[in-house]
């Protein structure tokens, strides 16, 4: 019954457009009331303890570098790498949005942004070339889910603050998978780029792409310094939240000079309103958690996944397929926040490695951000994009075949995540 007073108030305030902090808040009212445990109290301390993180301070940090690096150049320069070296091909600005989507998810870590200005940038590049429209911004869409795996990562470290997982662990284990899923991408490419009648940008002269591998080397530097430094234990993520956001300020403003220190105070908003989104979750996340421990619902649901308990393969795909399904209705963030405290009992009683199930749930969370109704990355590429919501859905149908295909091929075969991981993390 506890279990159904949660899914119903859950579902009942978001079927009536409540935004999701407040729905997570009332759920944990509803928990309270069913429980016989109301207190306002209770409510207020958590929100205060929710907010009240170290690691969270990563979150802010990470947002600002984003912004800097946008507003500075430096995102510019990282597609200008990838058009220099593989522009020329068939299908090249194909290549270019997915060579681009991987080096920009290493910078910023923000699947929205990362999509938005390579849709804005290269989508009219792709249209004039020959390329569909709903085609390419489907491409772009997809490739820009790739920025929440590879490090810095947003969802990781909500996700370890909410289930207790090492950070650091996360973002190493997330660099391969990361990296499958852009290789995907450009093997579905492939198949769909060959039958269309496209032109192709001349190739660039050695010259030429040594200068775009010149100018663009102090953007390539930062994910090098952030994964180095995590590896050999220079810094915890939180410390390196900050180095990116220094670095991409430095580079902003001394190298590059692009971003104007009047510029400062725009970008500085910018990212603490995107901030402030985040941690209100956060904070209204941790009421309902308590509620979920209290109520034991963990204990409710390892019950229901009983049958599955000896099988954790069979195990990972069910709850893959839950979160599939939660994914279209709910955006990244919330859906972190509102299962990991509910699911996490269960894997680690199946002798789950959490590490590998966190980069497994992010994945499956992040593929949500392209699925259709709520798909925020897809709504996002389509009003950047000019396109319907069905048209958008059609293109970026192929690309989310191949990536839930890699979801699938680390669920059989863990040692695609647990492998890499030991190597970089020592």
Known sequence: MTLLVFLGSLLGTMALGIPIAFALLLVGVALMLYLDLFD????????????????????????????????????RRIVNIAMALVGHKRGGLGYVAIIASCLLASLSGSAVA???????????????????????????????????????SIGFIVF?????????????????????????LAIAWWFVSRREDVKTPPKRSRKEVLKAITEGCWAMGLPVIIIVGLKFGIFTPTEAAVVAAVYALFVSVVIYRELKLADLYRVTLAAA????????????????????TIADLP????????????????LLIAVMLVIIAVGTVMDMTPTILILTPVLMPAITQAGIDPVYFGVLFLINTSIGLITPPVGTVLN??????????????????????AQLLVLLLLVLFPVL??????????
């Open 114 to 152: 990362d999509a938005a200005a390579l849709a804005a940038l290269l989508v009219p590049m792709m249209v004039s070339a020959g390329h569909s429209r709903h085609r390419s911004a489907g491409l772009i869409a997809a490739g820009g889910i790739i920025a929440p795996i590879i490090p810095p």
């Open 417 to 426: 995540v647990t492998g890499p991981l030991k190597f970089f993390a020592g």
């Open 273 to 292: 309103r995107t901030t402030s989104v985040v941690m209100l979750l956060v904070a209204a996340a941790m009421v309902s958690s308590w509620l979920v």
């Open 40 to 75: 306002a109290q209770i409510i207020a301390q958590n929100l205060l303890n929710g907010a009240d993180s170290f690691p969270l301070m990563a979150v802010p940090f990470f947002m600002l570098a984003g912004e800097i690096m946008n507003a500075g150049g430096l995102s």
């Open 299 to 314: 204990g409710q649901l390892a019950d229901l996944l009983a049958p599955l308990m000896d099988s954790p393969t069979l």
């Open 160 to 184: 370890g603050v909410a289930s207790g997982v090492s950070i650091s662990k996360l973002f190493l284990a997330g660099i391969v998978p990361g990296l499958m899923l852009g290789a995907a």
């Open 380 to 401: 996002v590429v389509c009003g950047v994009s000019k396109l319907k919501i069905e048209e958008i859905v059609r293109g970026v149908g192929p690309f989310l075949f």
